[in-house]
């Protein structure tokens, strides 16, 4: 059967034929009777609450918006007004960082519910999705083991399987919305760095963070894009410059509505030949589909990709960052953090200026070298597995 999209839910509560209360009621439901764990905070009382606000709005004839009614959970690395934040850390960060940036006051403008904070890596340092501190999620495709869900916004794309959401808000710097969706088999959103602003949202690298967005289809995905989109044009909150794509040039719908012609690149490198076998089929298997259907599957070269990988597990970008941003923002907390973590950080503290500028500029040679490289063979996207096992 056919799931119901987020535009078709929308659209009939924007129209009365359907009660926001009723979504909220059965999202309720849903939460009460999972082991899933998804959530740090779920808030019932609240989701209701914006709920009866929705169905009031319609019956006076107001449009609540094109996310009208629908559930949202959002990760526990976002500030939201009247729930703590934890960022995944041993205790509840200062009340300024509940503050509401961009992206949670925009799905709130377009009418959806917040249902509660999902669980995050400490401090989304790590895409396994483990928390020694206040839980780690459940992965849903296991029911015998306790599986990994994938990380940091280890919760998102749990809540989704739980059925209390229908739109997840994580983020990503180095995988965390992508890695979970892969984990728990439902769509993840990164959009280029300096798309959306990253305002209220507990920062990892003031580099190459984005927010992002994890559904259960694709469809799903670009409707929810789509209109969150409009916003972050007209947007007053400062973002992230660093990407080397101008903010302008990007279209205003960034949707392919047509596969046949699409130039898709196959790269030769450890994304791909670090795949176990079966991950590799499956992935070739869904190209050999959209091939079928118009669109040019070419190998291509790309060894920028293999480059740019090793030095970010490496830590050369994000690590310095994150100890900047942590010596500035919350002082002394380096010494309550995960042991694991905290070393990780205490290693980078010997990074010079001149190493980091260094990076910096690495970053942008790579990613302009591979850009020139793909409009060269007018190659439209690249096509990788996002994990190497299953």
């Excluded at 917040?114 to 501190?133: C, D, Q, S, W």
């Excluded at 799903?220 to 973002?239: H, K, M, N, Q, W």
Aim: charged fraction near 25%.
């Amino acid at each position: 059967m056919k799931r119901e999209s987020i535009h078709e839910f929308a659209d009939r509560i924007r129209r009365g034929e359907r009660s926001a209360r009723d979504l909220v009621e059965e999202a309720i439901r849903r939460h009460e009777n999972s082991e899933l764990g998804a959530y740090i905070v779920f808030d019932a009382e609240g989701a209701l609450a914006q709920a009866a606000r929705i169905n009031e709005a319609v019956a006076h004839g107001h449009d609540p918006g094109p996310l009208a009614g629908i559930t949202v959970s959002v990760k526990d690395l976002y500030g939201v007004d009247g729930l703590p934040i934890r960022a995944g850390t041993r205790r509840e960060l200062p009340a300024r960082w509940q503050r509401e940036g961009f992206l949670v006051r925009a799905v709130r403008q377009l009418g959806a519910v917040i249902v509660g904070k999902t669980h995050t890596v400490e401090l989304a340092f790590g895409g396994v999705g483990f928390n020694p501190n206040t839980g780690t999620p459940v992965n849903p495709w296991d029911a015998t083991d306790h599986r990994a869900p994938g990380g940091s916004s280890a919760g998102a794309g749990v809540s989704l399987w739980e059925g209390s959401a229908m739109l997840a808000l994580g983020s990503d710097t180095g995988g965390s919305v992508r890695i979970p969706a892969s984990a728990t088999g439902v769509v993840g959103h990164r959009h280029t760095t300096g798309r959306w602003p990253t305002t209220g949202v507990v920062p990892l690298s003031t580099t190459l963070d984005t927010v992002g967005l994890l559904t259960h289809t694709v469809e799903d995905s670009r409707y929810a894009f789509g209109v969150i989109d409009r916003l972050a044009r007209a947007a007053s909150d400062p973002v992230n410059r660093t990407s080397a794509i101008d903010k302008t040039t990007y279209p205003e719908d960034a949707a392919v509505d047509r596969i046949a012609g699409l130039r898709i690149g196959i790269p030769r490198c450890n994304l791909w030949s670090g795949a176990t076998p079966v991950i590799a089929r499956v992935v070739r298997g869904a190209l050999q589909e959209l091939g079928a259907v118009g669109a040019e599957i070419l190998e291509v070269e790309a060894p920028e990709l293999d480059e740019a990988g090793e030095r970010y597990l490496a830590g050369e970008l994000v690590q310095p960052e994150r100890v900047e941003s942590l010596e500035r923002d919350l002082p002394g907390w380096t010494a309550i953090l995960d042991p694991t973590v905290g070393r990780r950080l205490e290693s980078s503290r010997d990074v010079s200026a001149i190493d980091y500028i260094a990076i910096l500029r690495l970053r942008h040679r790579l990613s302009a070298t591979l850009h020139a490289r793909l409009e060269a063979q007018r190659i439209d996207l690249l096509a990788t597995p996002t994990l190497p096992i299953t």
